[in-house]
């Protein structure tokens, strides 16, 4: 929970707002006075210095740890991450050696200026620590055996900076990313939405033509079932127009919009038909939410492809919802000449894609082209 917490705030601070030029210079500035206040305290405490020669070594300290802090991180760091991989770790490599010189060679050079201006540490443990340093000659400065035995010291002086300076810009990345990603996110939804409202658009001409056909030919026969499929149209007319226009749906009436939508396909064919489906009950489905359309493109393909066999000619599609987990079973009979590319097309994509989007590690898509017919099952977790 505390790290959704961690990635939600992170994904929602504005870095690009906040840390402006201005803002940039107070944090940094207040990192170096810190550093310096808690070093200053520690000469003073538990070195016993004057307050005069803490600040001396202090000024060295800070001066010497921030050259080294800028120079990597806005000299150096660039030009590593601009090559491949064994560039960047080669020159990685390369710069903390190059750093720790730097940070004894301008621990040396200061040193030799406060000599020169006559400071020097009376009393305590660092007694006589400036004039011992200005002393060396550069060589012994900065010597190798000088260099690993500081090694350890220059890291631990040096960490808390890289360290907060690291963790600040992978934070500043790692939002960028998360940003990226929900806008990719968003827009994916979005042009899905398109190919939705798209899919409905063709839906309504497709019903309107083929239902209104069926309807003229009961109306000439008077048959007693014409009042019950013009409410079927209806119903479904207001569920692709007004109903499926949000994220999700109660599953009771996208299952209602299934029922209606075979009972319409149904009139188009002969009684003897092999079409069979199971719907659960929408008494035992309240509660649950579903996308809308979902399965849509399976029904549909179902009836545009199906039927033709010059052998068996089926449709069965049984649907079920046992322990808040929606099962999709679909089977129809295929023309052997139809490949699988030509079934379904961009509808099953779309299909595919919203799943992703909508129930990301929650669904099991298994679709199969077995030649003569065409098998898709479908589990979604609705918890």
Do not use: C
């Not at 060295?60 to 990597?72: D, L, S």
């Not at 939002?175 to 990226?180: E, H, S």
């Not at 033509?209 to 007693?224: C, E, H, P, Q, V």
């Not at 961009?346 to 595919?352: C, E, S, Y």
């Amino acid at each position: 929970m505390f790290s959704n917490y961690l990635v939600t705030k992170i994904a929602e601070f504005n870095f690009d707002k906040f840390y402006t030029k201005r803002n940039r210079i107070l944090l940094h500035t207040a990192m170096w006075l810190g550093f310096s206040i808690l070093l200053f305290l520690s000469y003073v405490l538990a070195y016993q210095l004057s307050i005069f020669n803490a600040l001396i070594l202090t000024i060295r300290m800070a001066t010497v740890n921030a050259i080294v802090f800028y120079a990597f991180f806005y000299l150096l760091l660039p030009k590593i991450f601009s090559g491949g991989k064994t560039r960047m770790i080669l020159l990685l490599l390369l710069s903390f050696v190059l750093f720790i010189f730097i940070w004894m060679a301008g621990t040396y050079f200061i040193s030799i200026l406060y000599h020169s201006l006559g400071f020097e540490i009376t009393k305590g443990e660092l007694k006589g620590a400036i004039k011992m340093s200005a002393s060396q000659t550069f060589l012994q400065a900065i010597s190798v055996r000088r260099m690993v035995s500081q090694v350890f010291i220059i890291i631990t002086i040096l960490s808390p900076f890289f360290f907060v300076k690291i963790l600040f810009e992978i934070s500043r990345l790692y939002n960028k990313n998360l940003i990226i990603q929900n806008q990719k996110a968003a827009l994916e939804i979005q042009n899905i939405n398109i190919e939705k409202n798209f899919l409905k658009a063709q839906l309504n001409p497709h019903f309107l033509f083929n239902t209104l056909n069926n309807l003229y030919g009961l109306s000439i026969k008077k048959d007693d079932s014409t009042p019950e499929v013009i409410l079927n149209l209806s119903d479904i007319m207001s569920y692709t127009l007004y109903e499926s226009n949000t994220e999700k749906v109660a599953l009771e009436k996208e299952l209602e919009f299934i029922k209606n939508y075979i009972e319409l396909e149904r009139m188009r064919y002969s009684a003897n038909k092999n079409i069979k489906f199971h719907i659960p009950e929408t008494t035992h489905l309240l509660g649950f939410y579903i996308a809308p359309l979902l399965t849509f493109t399976f029904i549909e393909n179902a009836f545009k492809y199906g039927l033709k066999s010059d052998k068996e000619q089926f449709i069965y599609l049984d649907i079920k919802v046992e322990d808040k987990k929606f099962y999709f079973q679909l089977e129809n009979d295929l023309e052997q000449e139809i490949r699988d590319k030509e079934f379904g097309g961009i509808g099953i994509t779309n299909v595919r894609k919203r799943l992703q989007l909508l129930y990301p590690d929650k669904h099991e898509l298994n679709i199969e082209n077995l030649g003569t017919k065409f098998k898709v099952n479908l589990k979604i977790d609705l918890d």
